[in-house]
Nanobody, 119 residues
Framework: VQLVESGGGLVQPGGSLTLSCAAS????????MAWYRRAPGKQRELVARIARIGWTNYVDSVKGRFTISRDDAKNTVTLQMNNLNPEDTAVYYC??????????????WGQGTQVTVSS
């Protein structure tokens, strides 16, 4: 299974970015999908997660500003980020729980995409 992320970049405070992650390969179905981030000098943290049934949860610092969504027909997960601030600067990683055709579950990580919020 391969994950391809896109959408990172440089944005001014108050701006918006959309991150996308597409999964491909031997996929029967995908259970949960999520975005994590690692800021300089900090541990990796869960930003947002969406279950197959659509249930979502967010870290408190992004509630009301970020929205996670998924398209199961395309095996993609998207993170819409609004009203960005410098504390959102980090490398963002896509994460998926894949069930393969044999019924086995395995998790996969994207390569990471840099988001920098600066004026």
């Amino acid at each position: 299974v391969q994950l391809v992320e896109s959408g990172g970049g440089l944005v001014q405070p108050g701006g918006s970015l959309t991150l996308s992650c597409a999964a491909s390969g031997r996929i029967f179905t995908i259970d949960s999908m999520a975005w994590y981030r690692r800021a300089p000098g900090k541990q990796r943290e869960l930003v947002a997660r969406i279950a197959r049934i659509g249930w979502t949860n967010y870290v408190d610092s992004v509630k009301g500003r970020f929205t996670i969504s998924r398209d199961d027909a395309k095996n993609t997960v998207t993170l819409q980020m609004n009203n960005l601030n410098p504390e959102d600067t980090a490398v963002y990683y896509c994460y998926v729980d894949v069930v393969n055709p044999e019924g086995l579950m395995h998790d996969y990580w994207g390569q990471g995409t840099q988001v920098t919020v600066s004026s």
